[in-house]
């Protein structure tokens, strides 16, 4: 298997990633037998560390995880997901907020942006979930959903003022078990859309040479894991799947971008590890109908709620505090457009690839990922139905459809097993708060939110079990892990809109209304 990069060539390095908590050490290529046993060891030595370190902190406690993926050991958090926080209670604690305008590095302000210009002239999760895939299960499997971020990548925006990483092209070259033959669609089968958001990033080049928001090699790997993983569990553990692509079993749907594409191939790549019976098609939308991200351009009425909503944290009194307290130490001029997620996206970029990052944000990393998330949780406004429903709605009806061809038998595929969608954190976030699941941190690269379908093999009645990065959730609303499909729909009906009634929505000219 190829190398990730260059920086970990020759030396042994412990850096951050982009989950907090979560360190990777890179293991030497073609390590003799000893010392790989002493990068284990040392490895092992830094879990005991972090261990000790999170007994003690009583308010904050976690146990820690020791994998390997590809060349490199990976110690991270296991969250406590039985202390669930949401933004509503959140917000009560004072912790709302975001300290920016329409400045955000998410593929939603890319969205945002784009239609700005119009109307102007414009980590790696990992995880493991091994159960009830075998034919000892009261319950059977019928049908997999899964929603994922895209892998690591350049960042969308440098932070201003602050000594820059050198985003050279060495760090995107693609790992040769990545490749597969695939080809772009539309979502008829038809030539690839104009993409407007990736036009946007390529009229600007990074220091070192490369553009914004492009998936780098370690991204790529990233991806490839989370195939991997995958094939552990729907081929090798349960023959759910064939142990070759097949168009009729697995459906590929992708933002129109490109670092969600490479995302889409790489993780099929590792999921039939590069066997195909015919060519992978990644279908995507028209920009002004995407639904796999919050549209701002195709949908005015969420476009206005959220561009107020940005607005107004700019006069949230913690957010704005923290933000100019940053801004200060950084020596980012007052005039500079700077918020929390701008300074954490060129953070976490810098981090998981190794490359300097200001030594000021050693001592402001937690508080960065907080008003960040803290930020996110204001933007979409839980406590408020319109705001999810329209950044969301069509993709959890979409969800829901896909289950109940399944169940009635009206597919157009009958064959079909899979459906994988490559999105974006700002895809995330939001089908987490709905689904009451969100565990107030990012979602890190490579995260995976898996719907599965099942049926109860005597009684045919039929459940779905969530999964978040490979572990189960208890979904609010249901009573169980396993939760009848009634209960999920009427989780899901509070937030989804079929496609009439989310154009209505969109196309409303006054103000809100909320149950």
């Given at each position: 298997?190829?190398?990730l990069?260059s920086?970990?060539k ?5 850096r951050?990633?982009?989950?907090p ?6 293991v030497l ?6 010392t ?6 040392l ?12 007994s003690?902190?009583?308010?904050n406690f976690?146990?820690t ?14 969250p406590?997901?039985d ?13 709302w ?8 590095v998410s593929?939603a302000?890319g ?7 119009k ?9 493991s979930?091994?159960?009830d895939?075998?034919?000892?299960s ?7 959903q899964i929603l994922?971020?895209h892998?690591?990548?350049?960042p969308?925006?440098s ?6 990483a050198?985003w ?10 990545t490749?597969i033959?695939y ?9 690839r ?11 600007n080049i ?6 914004p928001?492009?998936l780098?090699t ?13 094939r552990?569990?729907?081929?090798e553990e ?5 142990s ?16 969600t594409?490479?995302?889409a ?5 590792g999921?039939?590890?590069?066997k195909q019976?015919?060519?992978?098609p ?6 002004e109908?995407?639904i ?10 969420l476009?206005?709620?959220c561009g107020h909503r940005?607005a107004?944290?700019?006069t949230?009194p913690?957010?704005a ?5 940053i801004?200060s130490e950084?020596?980012i001029a007052?005039h ?5 997620i ?8 810098r ?8 030594q ?10 907080q ?7 204001h ?5 408020k ?6 950044s ?6 979409m969800?829901v ?5 399944k169940?009635q ?14 999105a ?7 089908c987490?708060?709905?689904l009451?699941?969100f565990?107030?941190?990012w ?6 939110l898996?719907?599965e379908?099942h ?8 459940f ?5 990065v490979g572990?189960d ?11 009848p ?9 509070t937030?989804s ?8 929505h969109?196309n ?6 909320e149950?």
């Open positions: 298997m190829a190398e990069d920086v970990t020759n030396k042994y390095l412990m951050k990633t982009s989950h908590g979560e360190l990777i050490a890179p290529h073609h390590q003799e037998p000893s790989f046993f002493l990068s284990l060891f490895t092992l030595g830094m879990q005991l560390i972090l261990y000790t370190h999170a003690v902190c009583s308010n976690r146990f995880q020791c994998v390997t993926v590809g060349h490199t050991i990976i110690i991270s958090d296991i406590d997901r202390r669930r926080s949401n933004c509503t209670s959140t917000a009560m604690r004072g912790l907020g975001g300290a920016a305008a329409l400045g955000s593929v302000f969205s945002m942006l784009w239609s700005q210009q109307t102007k002239p414009e980590k790696a999760a990992t995880g979930n091994r159960a895939t075998n034919a000892d009261p319950y059977e499997l019928k049908l997999v994922f971020r892998g690591a990548r350049t969308l925006k932070i201003p003022d602050v000594m820059e050198q050279v092209p060495t760090l995107l070259e693609p790992p040769p078990h490749s033959d080809v772009v669609t539309d979502l008829q089968g038809g030539p859309p104009p993409a407007p958001i990736e036009d946007s990033y390529r009229k990074l220091s070192g040479g490369t553009f928001g492009q780098t370690l991204g790529m790997q990233q991806l490839y894991e989370l195939g991997k993983r995958l552990g569990r729907y081929i349960s023959n759910f799947l064939t070759t692509f097949n168009p009729a079993e697995v459906y590929v749907r992708s933002t129109n971008i490109v670092r594409i490479e995302s191939k790489c993780l099929v790549a999921l039939f590890q590069q019976k015919a060519i992978v990644i279908l995507t939308s028209e920009a109908s995407e796999l991200y919050p549209n701002y351009h195709g949908c005015k009425m476009k206005i709620l940005w107004e944290s700019t949230l913690d957010i505090a923290d933000l100019q307290s801004q950084l020596g007052a500079q457009k700077v918020d929390f701008l300074i954490r996206d060129d953070m976490v970029a981090e998981t690839h190794g490359l300097p990052c200001p000021v944000l050693d001592t402001w990393r937690d508080k960065v990922e008003r960040a998330v803290d930020m996110m949780c933007i979409f406004e839980p406590s139905r319109e705001s999810l429903q329209l969301v709605g069509p993709l959890l009806h969800l459809d896909n289950i109940e061809e169940l038998g009206t597919s157009s595929q009958p064959s079909r097993k899979v459906f994988l969608y490559s974006h954190d700002t895809t995330l976030i939001p987490l708060l709905a009451g699941i565990d107030m941190r979602p890190p690269y490579a995260a995976d898996t719907v379908l049926q109860n093999r005597k009684t045919n009645e039929a779905v079990k969530v999964s978040y572990e959730q208890l979904i609010r609303g249901c009573s169980a892990v396993y939760c499909l009634e209960e999920f729909k009427q989780v899901l009906y937030y809109l079929s496609p009439e009634d989310y154009h209505s969109c409303r000219t006054v103000g809100p209304t149950p």
